[in-house]
């Protein structure tokens, strides 16, 4: 028996009759705050380069993915075979310069084949509504105004006067990755220190920024 194998069986026992009363309590929804903790701790192991404890905190990630679909087998909705087969499909789907014919040079090419695929794909799937994409409602703050402008960008959608480009350009010709930590961190002290949220109020501007844009850019909807 592999060592996957053998994890989904030490699952099914916790989960179980004759198992652990706090793995047979968790749902989907109480695993969540867990599923953060664990992916929060994997990336502490990869910014500091600790590789022993990475791998510890691996399977910890592990363990929820099997956690998550040993409940939904549970309930008949599918199970961690459905889950990484179809994963490898997307991945053998999405690399047709590897699997099928063609070839690719760079990863600048590799990613616009990418995006061309992933954008047939979701005409394919559920209908969005909107000028910006979909993106997960618990993205940390930092990532949320970072994938909004990338699409600013990525769609060319108007941002003067929302974002003041002139400054930005500026910063970026100057910026690297000690002086971005140095400052986003002491901005963070400097909002601690006037009693201010940093997280919620990059969120709110970002929802802020989003409106704006899709305001301009279809001004019915405003």
């Known amino acids: 028996m592999s060592a996957i194998e ?5 699952m099914a026992r ?5 198992g652990c009363p706090w793995d047979q309590e968790q749902t989907h929804a109480t695993l969540v705050r ?4 664990e992916v929060s701790e994997l990336i502490d192991t990869i910014d500091r380069g ?3 404890h990475m791998r510890e905190e691996l399977g910890d990630v592990l363990i929820q993915i099997v956690f998550h679909a040993c409940i939904a087998e549970e309930r008949g909705e ?3 075979e459905d889950v990484a087969r179809e994963i490898n499909d997307k991945l053998v789907r999405r690399h047709p ?3 099928g014919t063609g070839k690719l040079d760079t990863s600048d090419q590799v990613i616009a084949q990418w995006e061309v695929i992933k954008s047939t794909e979701k005409k394919n799937g559920p209908a969005q509504s909107g000028l910006f994409k979909a993106m997960p409602p618990r993205l940390p703050a930092l990532m949320w105004a970072e994938a909004v402008w990338k699409q600013i960008e990525k769609k ?6 929302i974002v003041d480009a002139a400054q930005v350009q500026a910063l970026g010709r100057q910026l690297d990755e000690a002086m971005l930590g140095r400052m986003l961190f002491e901005l963070t002290a400097a909002a601690r220190m006037k009693g201010l949220d940093p997280e919620g109020a990059l969120r709110r501007h970002t929802a802020s920024v989003m409106h704006d844009v899709e305001r301009r850019t279809h001004p019915a909807n405003g």
Do not use: M, S, W
Not at 6 to 10: D, F, S
Not at 14 to 18: E, K, M, S, T
């Open 6 to 10: 053998e994890l989904k069986v030490t």
């Open 14 to 18: 916790l989960r179980g009759a004759g």
């Open 34 to 37: 867990c599923l953060i903790d």
């Open 50 to 52: 600790d590789y022993p």
């Open 78 to 80: 599918f199970n961690f």
């Open 97 to 99: 310069h590897v699997f």
């Open 156 to 161: 060319q959608l108007p941002a003067d006067g």
